[in-house]
């Protein structure tokens, strides 16, 4: 069984930085690992993902300015986020699943965390 627990998300400036951390419980390198956010309102979109395949993949609107990273000794999943806008503000959700190469689709992940609120004010 697969947990996942975020953390280090709040609320920051734009232009400011901040690093989320995921501790996956039960992961192993077969669990392609990533982030997903949910704006108020808004349907959930992927962010970043490290799939099984090695392959790293970012959605165009974070692509220069947040960086996925995970550490499989310690099963912590990181994101870090800089030059952040107000339109990143959402709930962020770490995700496993065992797909090689799922992409950023949700629908692909059954494992999930709880969120961790991020607010960025202009």
């Known amino acids: 069984q697969v947990e996942a627990v975020e953390s280090g998300g709040g609320s920051v400036q734009a232009g400011g930085s901040l690093r989320l951390s995921c501790v996956v419980s039960?992961?192993?390198?077969?669990?392609?690992v990533g982030w997903f956010r949910q704006a108020l309102g808004k349907e959930r979109e992927g962010v970043a993902m490290?799939?099984?395949?090695?392959?790293?993949i970012y959605v165009d609107s974070v692509k220069g300015r947040f960086t996925i990273s995970k550490d499989n000794a310690k099963h912590i999943l990181y994101l870090q986020m800089s030059s952040l806008k107000s339109e990143d503000t959402a709930m962020y959700y770490c995700?496993?699943?065992?797909?090689?190469?799922?992409?950023?689709?949700?629908?692909?992940?059954?494992?999930w965390g709880q969120g961790t609120q991020v607010t960025v004010s202009s």
């Open positions: 039960g992961y192993t390198e077969e669990y392609s």
């Open positions: 490290h799939e099984r395949s090695g392959r790293v």
């Open positions: 995700a496993a699943g065992r797909y090689y190469e799922p992409g950023l689709i949700a629908d692909r992940f059954p494992y």
